[in-house]
T-cell receptor, first 107, second 117 residues
Framework: DAKTTQPPSMDCAEGRAANLPCNHSTISGNEYVYWYRQIHSQGPQYIIH???NNETNEMASLIITEDRKSSTLILPHATLRDTAVYYCIVAGYALNFGKGTSLLVTP | NAGVMQNPRHLVRRRGQEARLRCSPMKGHSHVYWYRQLPEEGLKFMVYLQKENIIDESGMPKERFSAEFPKEGPSILRIQQVVRGDSAAYFC???????????????FGEGSRLTVL
């Protein structure tokens, strides 16, 4: 019952922007888009979330399309420490994490 | 301000024994969530609790698993008569949940890794 689709893996050069896409065509009106990441087997780390408008914080930017069927997480200047699995989740409060995108930042 | 604390970090049990996993949320947080992560899988929601109340247990297996969050003390995830398939990492998260439907930011612990022999 996956509600999001993400590429399984991506590479990004250190210092460049990492753009991670997510499709969520069945999102409903009251569901938010959340992004978390998990480094190795640590507990997931919250990155950002949004409903309709684009959002930005100190870690990343979230761009949500007008029809809300897809979004993009942008890490503006990727570092080696950003290598992790990134999860895009749409939900009210019961967040189910899919397989995510494994981002590898290379020197 | 200490983060979400889980213990034990590692637990080994034999089939048929009981496993108890504890979670102390961040100070001031009254909402606790438990997740299970099987090897090579994403995290799956199990249960959402507030103090003394189970709000949503739709992700909990129907048998052998239970959770509580008493007025005083940590939240407990209890697994009775463990089987090998219960081997997984169990993560706890807490939140303030200040707005309507949104969880906002969930703060996760480092997880408890259960191995069933």
């Amino acid at each position: 019952d996956a509600k999001t689709t993400q590429p399984p893996s991506m590479d990004c050069a250190e210092g460049r922007a990492a753009n991670l896409p997510c499709n969520h065509s069945t999102i409903s009106g009251n569901e938010y888009v959340y992004w978390y990441r998990q480094i190795h087997s640590q507990g997931p780390q919250y990155i950002i979330h949004g409903l309709k408008n684009n959002e930005t914080n100190e870690m990343a930017s979230l761009i949500i399309t007008e029809d809300r069927k897809s979004s993009t997480l942008i890490l503006p200047h990727a570092t080696l420490r950003d290598t992790a699995v990134y999860y895009c989740i749409v939900a009210g409060y019961a967040l189910n994490f899919g397989k995510g995108t494994s981002l590898l930042v290379t020197p | 301000n200490a983060g979400v604390m889980q213990n034990p970090r590692h637990l080994v049990r034999r089939r048929g024994q009981e496993a108890r996993l504890r979670c102390s949320p961040m100070k001031g947080h009254s909402h606790v969530y438990w997740y299970r992560q099987l090897p090579e899988e994403g995290l799956k929601f199990m249960v959402y609790l507030q103090k003394e109340n189970i709000i949503d247990e739709s992700g909990m297996p129907k048998e052998r698993f239970s959770a509580e969050f008493p007025k005083e003390g940590p939240s407990i995830l209890r697994i009775q008569q463990v089987v090998r398939g219960d081997s997984a990492a169990y993560f706890c998260a807490s939140s303030l949940r200040t707005s309507g439907e949104a969880t906002g930011e969930l703060f996760f612990g480092e997880g408890s890794r259960l191995t069933v022999l």
